[in-house]
């Protein structure tokens, strides 16, 4: 059975970074896509990255310059480069991603149980 671990979270100053990451433990053969997600209290979850296992990328407007999604995939880990971080981005970060694992008769999404980061002085 495959199960994504997300780790990296934390609490930063504005103008910090964080790296996130998300691994896919278990038999996994084949990762299509990957995503990162964020829920702050009393919002909407919001898509915020995605990288493609070929390796492009898109980013929703409000991280784009300043996030980073990067896969690799011998560890089939996805990570989040988190720079200029700003009170805003302070939300519960989720990961998941499109693969077929062992046993899967098609690809299916898997999610991770989500990481906190909170951005304060």
Same mark, same amino acid.
């Given at each position: 059975?495959?199960?994504?671990?997300?780790?990296?979270? &934390?609490?930063?100053?504005?103008?910090?970074?964080?790296?996130?990451? =998300?691994?896919?433990? &278990? %038999?996994?053969? #084949?990762?299509?896509?990957?995503h990162w997600y964020?829920?702050?209290?009393?919002?909407?979850?919001?898509?915020?990255?995605?990288?493609?296992?070929?390796?492009? %990328?898109?980013?929703?407007?409000?991280?784009?310059?300043?996030?980073?999604?990067?896969?690799?995939?011998a560890k089939n %880990?996805?990570?989040?480069?988190? #720079?200029?971080?700003k009170p805003e981005?302070?939300?519960?970060?989720? =990961? #998941?991603? #499109?693969?077929?694992?062992? &046993?899967?008769?098609?690809?299916?999404?898997?999610?991770?149980?989500?990481?906190?980061?909170?951005?304060?002085?």
């Amino acid at each position: 059975q495959v199960q994504l671990v997300e780790s990296g979270g &934390g609490l930063v100053q504005p103008g910090g970074s964080l790296r996130l990451s =998300c691994a896919a433990s &278990g %038999t996994v053969l #084949n990762i299509y896509v990957a995503h990162w997600y964020r829920q702050a209290p009393g919002k909407q979850r919001e898509l915020i990255a995605q990288v493609v296992w070929d390796g492009n %990328t898109n980013y929703a407007d409000s991280v784009k310059g300043r996030f980073t999604i990067s896969r690799d995939n011998a560890k089939n %880990t996805v990570y989040l480069q988190m #720079n200029s971080l700003k009170p805003e981005d302070t939300a519960v970060y989720l =990961c #998941n991603m #499109n693969l077929r694992g062992h &046993g899967d008769p098609a690809p299916r999404t898997y999610w991770g149980q989500g990481t906190q980061v909170t951005v304060s002085a």
